[in-house]
Structures are given as structure tokens and as C-alpha cells.
């Protein structure tokens, strides 16, 4: 496989994070590149290295870190743009890094005050499960390039909607989550009034704390500055033994 000097660059610092910094007894197959050049973490023993050095990369599990919040994880079922289940079907946690879980949990508890909550479609992801998407979709437009990551990957990406408390009813947006036509952009405006104003409380929260919106996709949020933390192929099995 022939690497850009960009990937050869990285392949260097790898090198140099894997014998300086990671003991030598926690090293697996996470020390080279998968097919698509990226090193995912799946060893949990490495995951362990790294939140140890810097705690903002522990990954929180959101149903303990934020009362109330409400998960529909889609990929755990058929309801997605796949049309088949791309996590287990008996996936009933998500996870987010340290800082994206406290950030989330202020959105909710200022969505609390306005007698709203959240709903998550999909917070982290598996890497394996973003070469899936590619090896079956393969376009850039729906799902992320595996030669790069996503902020999925890297525990800091989140999809979501907004509820009423009481009912648990999901608020009128643009369209539905998956859907990839113009009506899902931020700069699509023929939209009813109340569907403005629930997209633009999304958006100006997720802003608030911290949060970056992703032009095409109206339920889609991350925090900015991806590369400070390490691409993800751990399974949701070890992240909740961990917890």
C-alpha cells in the first residue's frame, strides 16, 4: 500500500506515540494502520493509556451522564438510511468523550427549563462500522471518507432532535434523520415558521456550549478540533465494561 507524505508523516508520529509514550506491554495490533491508512484504538488497554494522560478522552455513557435523555440509536435497528442494522441489535447505550457529554448535558438541562429534552439518534461509532458505510455506500456525501474518520469515530459527534417532556414527542424539523436531500440544509429556508424556530433552538444551543453544526444535516453537532482525539474501534460491549 503507497502512502502520501501527509500518511507517512503520521506513520512517523504513530511510531513515536507507540514506543515513547504507550508502555511496551500494551502493544497490539492498534501500533499500524488499518486498510484505509488510519490507526483506530481497539485495544482497551491502549484506551486506558490515553484516558490515564488526559481525561477529557474518557467516553461517558449518556444515559448516566444526563437524566432524562431519551436514545432511539438507529443503526441498532432497520430504521436508517441502510435500511439494516449496522450496530447489534441489542446496542442500548451511546457514548460520548468527557467534554462532549458535560457540554450535551447543559443543552439538556436549558432544553429542561423550556420544557424540552433530547433525543440521540447516534453519538459514538464504531470505526468499523464507518468502513461499512463506505464499503456499501462508497460517497462522500452521506458517509465519511474511512481514510479519514469521523467525529463519531472520535467520540465527539452526536445526532440528535429535540422532544416535549411530557409526551416524548419529537419537535417538527426539516425533514427526518437520514435524509439527504436540500431540506435537511441550514440554509434551506422555504419551511414553515415553527420548523425555523425548532431548527434555529437546536442549532443556537448546540452552539452555545460549544458544539459546531454540520451544513448538510440539521441534527448533526460536534466539537471542533477533531484531531486532538484518537479514532475508535472499540466495540460498545468494552466501552460499557469499563463504566
Known sequence: MKYNIIQQVNILVWNAFIFFVIPLNVISQDAKPGKYGIYAIHDMDIFKETTKKDSMKQMTDLQSAIP????????????????????????????????????????????NHLGYGI??????????????????????????????????????????????LKSKKELNMPTGFDNFTDSAHHDFMNLSAEVLENRSLLKSLMEKYGFVSFPTEWWHYSLPNPERFEVLDLSFQQLMSKQ
Open 119 to 164: 433525543k440521540v439518534f447516534d453519538a459514538y461509532r464504531p470505526y468499523a462500522v464507518t468502513e461499512k458505510f463506505w464499503e456499501l455506500v462508497h460517497d462522500d456525501r452521506y458517509v465519511a471518507d474511512p481514510r479519514k474518520g469521523s467525529g463519531h469515530n472520535r467520540g465527539i459527534a452526536i445526532d440528535l432532535t429535540i422532544i416535549e
Open 68 to 111: 432524562g435523555i431519551v436514545l432511539d440509536l438507529r443503526y441498532a435497528s432497520k430504521q436508517n438510511f441502510m435500511h439494516i442494522p449496522m450496530y447489534p441489535s441489542n446496542t442500548s447505550h451511546t457514548f460520548l468523550r468527557k467534554p462532549a457529554a458535560a457540554a450535551l448535558a447543559l443543552v439538556q438541562k436549558e432544553l
